[in-house]
């Protein structure tokens, strides 16, 4: 069964803001899922002299024992940088996770205390608590968190720090983010999601000018190299026209080599030879995403929602035909140098699920600082 967990995060070593997104995102895998973030508060450091804190809070759910989900804090600290040590007294860390309440399970143990032993007495975790629980009942001193705020003895200034964690800064490194996938996987509807988020610019793929597609579907083989060279002079004639604006920040429901998958998906051998090396000549000097974000489904779940968005001309859509698409894409992101993170969307309902979307934006932004792939 699920618990519902609140963890504390705090840093006052390098970039503090920084470290936090950092940890967030690196929390967050298979057996973790990030619920809620609050804000983040600006403090002097507590029992020592040193640099100021950003502190945080965060709700998760996770099937995880204490003991493993400590394990799992101790090992996102050791990859961002911090060493525990029996050092007497406190001291500066780059980044500092405990369990603060799990469920309303009491431990005391040499090696976990929950709920932690000090957070009545600090008003740096108490500030963020009541944004994310207010009446949460203390299990041991039977109060609410806002009434332990409200009797906390710790009288230091607390700020709250201009930030939203719950939005990785992903354009400060991928400052051209390219979503991709199969036909129906729901590309365009992420990529406006995040536009609208992080407000920047949009490009879209412009299909339905193309004046063959219904025809493909109809006839395949008389119209597959008309639509394929329609699609690549479109794609190309609007990708110049966009950046010659010279946009700072783009999301993006497409990528230039898409072209190359639908056309080896499409055309005879011979065709795509020649249709391969126009794309070649016309690919150099474009610009290229920093990241592709390529989303994953089943062939089912594609097909079910290829029949939910009503395009008549899709509607006779093969599975081996999608199959074919996912091939031709595996081969081709493999082929070329761009960065790129599969992540599957089966089952997710993305636009919906305010949750699910802040997961793949962590995964996103893990991705510009950690190289394994997310889980």
């Known amino acids: 069964m699920q618990k519902d967990i609140i963890i504390s995060l705090g840093t006052n070593l390098g970039n503090r803001e920084e470290n936090l997104y950092r940890a967030i995102s690196l929390l967050e895998n298979k057996t973790i899922t990030i619920i809620e973030i609050s804000s983040a508060y600006e403090t002097p450091s507590w029992g020592f002299k040193g640099n100021s ?7 998760i759910n996770t ?29 500066d860390r780059v980044i500092d996770l405990d369990i603060l309440f799990y469920g309303d399970e009491i431990i005391f143990s040499n090696e976990l205390k929950v709920p932690h032993s000090k957070l009545h007495l600090r008003n740096f975790i108490l500030l963020p608590l009541i944004e ?14 806002k009434e332990l705020y409200h009797i ?20 400060d490194s991928f400052s051209y983010l390219s979503i991709e996938g199969n036909i129906g996987v729901g590309k365009t509807t992420l990529a406006k999601m995040i536009s609208k988020n992080y407000k920047i610019n949009l490009q879209l793929e412009n299909f339905s000018t193309n004046p063959y597609l219904e025809l493909f579907y109809k006839n395949p083989k008389k119209y597959a190299f008309r639509l394929e060279n329609h699609f690549l ?31 080896k998906t499409n055309l005879s051998k011979n065709k795509f030879s020649l249709f391969n090396q126009k794309f070649n000549i016309d690919i150099k000097n474009k610009k290229n995403p920093n ?54 969307v089966e089952g997710i309902d993305f636009e919906n699920d305010e949750i ?20």
């Open 152 to 171: 906390c003895p710790d009288d230091s200034f607390a700020s709250k720090v201009n930030i939203d964690l719950n939005f990785p800064p992903i354009f």
């Open 233 to 263: 002079v479109d794609r190309f004639t609007n990708h110049t026209k966009f950046w010659q604006k010279k946009p700072q920040a783009v999301v993006s429901d497409f990528c230039l080599y898409k072209c190359l998958v639908f056309a």
């Open 53 to 59: 804190f950003y502190n945080a809070c965060a709700r």
């Open 291 to 344: 990241l592709i974000f390529f989303l994953k489904s089943s062939t089912s779940q594609l097909l079910k929602q290829i029949k939910m968005r009503e395009r008549n001309y899709e509607q006779e859509i093969k599975p081996e035909y999608l199959d074919n698409l996912d091939r031709n894409y595996s081969n081709i992101l493999n082929k070329i140098f761009i960065p790129y993170v599969e992540y599957s």
């Open 63 to 91: 099937f995880l024992s204490p003991y493993e989900l400590l394990k799992e804090l101790l090992k996102v600290e050791e990859i961002l940088g911090r060493k525990r040590n029996k050092k007497n007294g406190y001291q």
């Open 132 to 145: 994310l629980t207010p009446k949460l009942i203390h299990p041991v001193l039977k109060i609410t968190i």
């Open 356 to 375: 699910e979307f802040k997961k793949i934006l962590r995964v996103i932004f893990k991705k510009s600082f950690y190289s394994k792939n997310p889980k």
